[in-house]
């Protein structure tokens, strides 16, 4: 191994970028023309991975470096976070304590605590001798029952997150992962969605402390929730500044003012209870009503809650989906990305967000997308869709959108066509069975279907991601659905390339095919974005996640 | 802690509430664990921070591990979810909004971070040691100098070119040789 340098020029433009890039001299534009060819290229980005791997190993290796230093700091940083949670168990004792003192739980809500409190003192006990070792702490964490209710440790699942944004919990207050168990939760930052084992839904925007007690029981601190009762929830409970907000089958809304005297309930569908920790009913409240609360007492109703004090699922959807849009906007590797936003000054207009290549709506008109908010296009007519020019060649494509399909009206229904039968045109499409694939024109009669044959297809009814996604490095085309393979198809004609020209959302225009002469797609499509490379599944996936609809997971195509 | 302390010794006494045993399975693991995570971290992230993470995350949950179940891969499977945690982390706050960020190699090293990729620490030492002083010399002035490009050209009488050219040609060379001891590892 001993290279001879020289002062040849250097032509190899990934040696070049490289190189600057490693030492730190790579600007904005170079950036841009690496991650295009990594992007295009995915065993040139997996030999940039192992470059990167060595490079940071290098560094580690020839540098001298004190593992005393490492181990000290880690035990400096062991002890620290510690400190702190042995801190926070005191100021819990005392407050708890205290909430002991001023009002005992009901008794069936501290039964279901028993079964776990010898794991949690001991746990309890470990983890402070271990790190203290101090008679006076082991004094301090013998009032089991007063701390009981409040320190988190591993519990059976009460409630999972099933989304959020931005979210941020308090260090020593957060779930394991999406899990949530019986404890103290602080949201600091952000807003969460998370569904109870029992089917109770509750979205809560930061700042918020609340502790979840069970599946059917949680106590907000501090904050505002929603919460949306499925028939298997009834009796779904939310504890409030000493009183108990029951669920009879409703969606409603609780928050507890700044000074934590006071909360507030609403009514927007169903019926709720209001009861005394000791279960005496206070008040019944029903659709549209609401009451304000303070020690124990009802006194009357509450005024009209402020815009986003209660937000809905769909809320953390179009909020996440929009931080989704800004982001994904800056790919370098996008060709185009439309977002469906209505362009006041001219609605026949589907403007592309990186700024190039602009479509033209043809009929489709403007209606809701996929949460209260979003726009998206309507296609249900002969004539209605998209003209998007790509005159360009290129070795890999993917095309997503998020559609939903109202009906399925012919033999072929077009996603994204290339206009007429031009060579190297690019046609995706679904049959009438729902099974989509991705064609290129010029690839013969030699398609065949290698992958996915029992894959329900694409869904009607309901938003569905599509991913078409083009490789002549591969050889081949794949379609997914939701982020999951449902076709794949090998290109087996040599010299093939990928040339779109003029195309059409929703739509395939001018077709001389006497059996399938109409194409048009029916429903709403809501999202549609090319790239100029292979996305992989798990990009798709993400995707999905970040994009789907529903904040439940989604149910398999039909 | 006594040097002869066996690996199923330390954690007995760590589950038993020995805080000092901590130390020792810190000294046992701190460079797999940080060349592991340092091969792996994508650009943005602190190895170091997330290796103390996993460390701390282990001392919390070590009543958790099953004694007589292998030690190893319980920190190792904690490391590997400190590092997701980190790579989601760096896409949530800052990587994909970058105007200088590598995604390519971002989600490479992501995909990496989840999967069971052979560790490339040992080949590399190997083959570091076996390239002639000459030449090592350049990658010591580079990693562990930390001289510019121009220092380095300017010892070596050699242009701002030719260094860059040779510097990447060094490390592909490296790179191609872990690549054939993994290969014949079988991997």
């Known amino acids: 191994m001993t290279p001879a340098p020289d002062d040849s020029p250097v032509t190899d433009p990934f040696e070049r970028l490289w190189t600057d890039y490693l030492e730190g001299e790579l600007d904005e534009n170079g950036i841009l023309e690496l991650n295009r060819l990594l992007g295009e290229n995915l065993q040139l980005a997996a030999r940039a991975a192992d470059l990167y791997s060595d490079h940071r190993l290098l560094g580690w290796t020839l540098r001298p470096t004190d593992q005393s230093a490492f181990v000290a700091d880690t035990i400096a940083r062991l002890r620290a976070e510690s400190e702190q949670f042995v801190a926070g168990v005191r100021e819990r004792l005392r407050s708890s304590d205290d909430t002991n003192r001023a009002a005992a739980p009901p008794r069936d809500r501290r039964e279901s605590h028993l079964s776990w409190l010898p794991w949690l003192l001991t746990a309890m006990a470990s983890i402070a001798l271990a790190v203290l070792g101090t008679d006076r702490l082991r004094n301090r964490v013998q009032p089991a029952p007063a701390i009981e209710q409040k320190i988190v440790v591993e519990q059976p699942i009460a409630a999972l997150l099933v989304a959020e944004v931005n979210a941020r919990f308090e260090s020593r207050s957060a779930p394991d992962a999406i899990r949530f168990g019986p404890g103290d939760y602080e949201l600091q930052e952000g807003i969460v969605h998370l569904r109870f084992s029992s089917g109770a839904d509750v979205v809560i925007p930061s700042p918020a402390k609340f502790t979840i007690r069970d599946s059917m029981h949680m106590q907000l601190q501090t904050g505002s929730l929603r919460a949306l009762v499925a028939p298997s929830a009834h009796g779904f409970t939310v504890d409030a500044t000493g009183v108990c907000y029951e669920d009879l089958g409703t969606e409603f809304g609780v928050s507890v003012a700044k000074d934590l005297k006071q909360s507030e309930v609403h009514i927007f569908g169903g019926a709720v209870d209001v009861k005394s920790e000791a279960g005496t009913l206070l008040s019944s409240l029903t659709l549209g009503q609401s009451a304000r609360v303070a020690e124990g007492r009802v006194l009357g109703p509450a005024e009209a809650p402020v815009p986003g004090l209660y937000p809905t699922p769909s809320d953390v959807g179009l909020l996440g989906w929009q931080q989704w849009r800004d982001q994904i906007k800056a790919d370098p590797t996008l060709v185009c990305y439309y977002p469906f936003e209505s362009r006041p000054d001219d609605r026949t207009v589907l403007t592309d967000a990186t700024g190039s290549r602009n479509g033209r709506i043809e009929g489709a008109r403007w209606v809701s997308g996929r949460w209260p908010g979003k726009q998206a296009l309507l296609f249900d007519r002969s004539e209605d869709g998209v003209e998007v020019s790509l005159p360009e060649d290129y070795r890999q494509l993917t095309v997503t959108a998020w559609m939903r399909v109202d009906r399925v009206d012919f033999g072929l229904n077009a996603v994204f066509n290339s206009n007429n039968y031009v060579r190297h045109g690019l046609h995706m499409q679904f049959t009438r069975t729902g099974h989509p694939y991705v064609g290129l024109y010029g690839n013969g009669n030699t398609r065949r279907t290698e992958g996915e044959p029992d894959h329900p297809g694409v869904p009607v009814g309901r938003w569905v991601h599509f991913a078409g996604v083009v490789d002549l490095d591969k050889p081949w085309c794949a379609v997914y659905l939701d982020g999951e393979l449902a076709d794949i198809t090998s290109l087996t004609v040599p010299n093939l390339r990928v040339r779109p020209g003029l195309c059409r959302i929703g739509n395939w225009a001018e077709g001389r095919d006497t059996l399938n002469p109409e194409r048009g797609f029916r429903g709403r499509i809501d999202e549609f974005a090319i790239w100029r490379r292979a996305l992989e599944p798990s990009e798709l996936r993400r995707h999905v996640e970040l994009g789907r609809p529903s904040l439940i997971a989604i149910e398999p195509a039909r | ?187």
């Open chain 2, 1 to 187: 802690m006594p040097p002869t302390d066996s690996l199923a010794e330390l954690v007995r006494r760590l589950q038993a509430g020995d805080a000092d045993a901590f130390e020792g399975i810190v000294r046992l693991f701190e460079t797999e664990i940080r060349g592991w995570l340092i091969s792996r971290c994508p650009p943005g992230g602190d190895p170091d921070s997330v290796a103390q993470n996993a460390f701390v995350e282990a001392f919390r949950r070590i009543s958790e591990f099953s004694p007589g179940t292998d030690f190893r891969a319980w920190l190792f499977t904690i490391t590997r979810y400190q590092l997701l945690a980190e790579c989601t982390r760096l896409k949530r706050h800052a990587d994909y909004r970058s105007r200088y960020a590598l995604h390519s190699l971002s989600a490479e090293l992501e995909r990496r971070a989840a999967t069971d990729e052979p560790d490339r620490l040992l080949h590399l030492q190997e083959c570091l040691s076996r390239l002639a002083q000459p030449v090592r010399i350049v990658l010591e002035w580079r990693y562990r100098d930390e001289l510019s490009l121009q220092e380095i050209a300017d010892r070596s009488n050699r242009s701002l070119a030719a260094t860059k050219k040779w510097l990447f040609v060094l490390r592909e060379k490296l790179r191609e040789c872990v690549d054939r001891k993994l290969s014949a590892e079988g991997i």
